[in-house]
């Protein structure tokens, strides 16, 4: 894997290039990012017993798409569910939720924990799909695991001591190693983030931790930020689209922005955006279990065609579509935009 490829629905990794779901961008707007007119693509009640299917994690896989899904059911426990899907937009969803088995022996001492796992990221890296998500072992932190199939999944350890949220793991390995973001947090709903860089030579063991970026006060991101999709390889640096929260009187705001990140040294922020690329505007994004809330956890990218699609949960109840061209969310980088 060598240039952040599994990334591409052109890549030839993944057999007969899948369609990247998208749309052109509506006459008259001068938006970067624009939604999809199907949004919202996954409702909260696609299955039987789910209360809310929001931020969520898809990848081209084999002719079309697989992902791994957020449910939170009728008892509100929160869970992931794998999914297919021939087009990246209808999904058969499975009703129950992943059994991880175990990656090596000492993975049932925190299996036996279960709390619950949340806000997946998938990542081709290498020769399988990775799966980040929150687990809840004595607190949130980053649980890790993979699939070759989306049938069989297996569940290595923790990457970190509570307390820890959206772990997004790199692509490829940098400087030799594998290298993942997250943003230490607290036992709650966090008033404070900063997105950190780890690295490790095994993928269970991680440290160099590095500050990577933080808040801006008085902005869209000002009270806490945390990685979103799995970064994009491109020739000026990795593209990072994060979310960012502001506290509002009515509460957390939560949007989606971009930075760039150096490549061999992804801790070092080349840029950051000045202004959102998507925030809560919508009926959807701002009305529904929690309001005000748009929550990228995956994207798209046709390479050739400088398409950039981006799946994200809204208001933590639906899932939803936002597109772009890549090239001009890089430029926008590029003039502080
Ligand atoms: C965060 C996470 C996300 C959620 C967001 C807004 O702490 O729990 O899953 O989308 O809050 O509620």
Not at 290 to 299: G, L
Request: glycine share 10%; hydrophobic share 35%.
């Amino acid at each position: 894997m060598a240039d952040g490829s599994a990334q591409s629905a052109s890549a030839s990794t993944f057999g007969p290039s899948p369609i990247l779901p998208w749309e052109d961008r509506p006459a008259g707007l001068t938006d970067l990012l624009w939604r999809s007119s199907r949004n919202p693509i996954i409702p909260r009640d696609l299955l039987p017993r789910s209360n809310s299917i929001f931020n969520s994690a898809v990848v081209p896989f084999e002719d079309g798409y697989a992902g791994v899904f957020r449910v939170d059911d009728r008892s509100r426990t929160m869970n992931l569910h794998a999914g297919r899907s021939r087009d990246g937009i209808a999904w058969r969803i499975d009703p129950e939720p992943i059994r991880f088995e175990p990656g090596d022996g000492r993975v049932p001492e925190i299996q036996e924990r279960f709390v619950h796992a949340y806000d997946p990221r998938v990542t081709w890296l290498e020769d399988r799909y990775y799966v980040t998500w929150c687990n809840g072992y004595h607190g949130p932190t980053i649980g890790l695991g993979w699939t070759a199939d989306f049938a069989t999944f297996h569940q290595l350890d923790n990457a970190f001591l509570p307390f820890n949220r959206n772990g997004v793991l790199f692509p490829r390995r940098v400087g030799g190693s594998y290298a993942i973001l997250s943003r230490p947090s607290d036992n709650g709903h966090t008033p404070f983030g900063d997105i950190f860089y780890s690295e490790s030579p095994d993928l269970i063991h991680w440290g160099r931790h590095r500050h990577v970026m933080a808040p801006l006060p008085w902005t869209w991101a000002s009270t806490k930020i945390g990685a979103g999709p799995t970064p994009i390889e491109t020739a000026e640096g990795w593209l990072l689209l994060y979310h960012g929260v502001l506290t509002s009187c009515n509460g957390f705001v939560y949007s989606m922005g971009a930075a760039l990140l150096d490549l061999d040294q992804p801790w070092r922020v080349i840029a950051r955006g000045r202004d959102y690329l998507l925030s809560p505007q919508v009926s959807y994004e701002q009305v529904g279990d929690v309001a005000n809330v748009v929550f990228p956890c995956a994207a798209l990218v046709d390479r050739e065609a400088d398409r950039l699609t981006v799946y994200y949960g809204a208001a933590d109840t639906v899932t939803c579509l936002a597109h772009g061209h890549l090239s001009e969310v890089l430029e926008s980088l590029r003039g502080g935009r």
